[in-house]
Nanobody, 122 residues
């Protein structure tokens, strides 16, 4: 059974940095596409960044140059380094995984974590 557990969400000041983590279990971690999504109240869930089995990353335009996605296959852990945070980055951040497809669309992923809250104050 695939399980994803996020951590690292806190409240920070604008301009600050934060690193989110997502530990996965129950599947062949290195072969899966992994991604970060976020959802603010009354907004749709949006893709932030994804990384495929070969380590190729894709980013949403809104976070390019500020966020970095990475993974440690040995630790079964996905990371999202978030720099130069803005109030509009405030959202609940979710980790997602899937074996077949990779990208920033939520419908591509079958496995999801419960999320971790990030709040950026101005």
């Amino acid at each position: 059974q695939v399980r994803l557990v996020e951590s690292g969400g806190v409240s920070v000041q604008a301009g600050g940095s934060l690193r989110l983590s997502c530990v996965g279990s129950g599947y062949t971690y290195s072969r899966y596409c992994m991604a970060w999504f976020r959802q603010a109240p009354q907004n749709e869930r949006e893709g932030v960044a994804s990384i495929d089995g070969d380590g190729r990353a894709t980013y949403a335009d809104s976070v390019k140059g500020r966020f970095v996605i990475s993974k440690d296959n040995a630790k079964h852990t996905l990371y999202l380094q978030m720099n130069s945070l803005k109030p509009e980055d405030t959202a609940r951040y979710y980790c997602a995984a899937d074996f077949f497809l990779c990208g920033l669309g939520p419908s591509l992923y079958n496995y999801w974590g419960q999320g971790t809250q990030v709040t950026v104050s101005s």
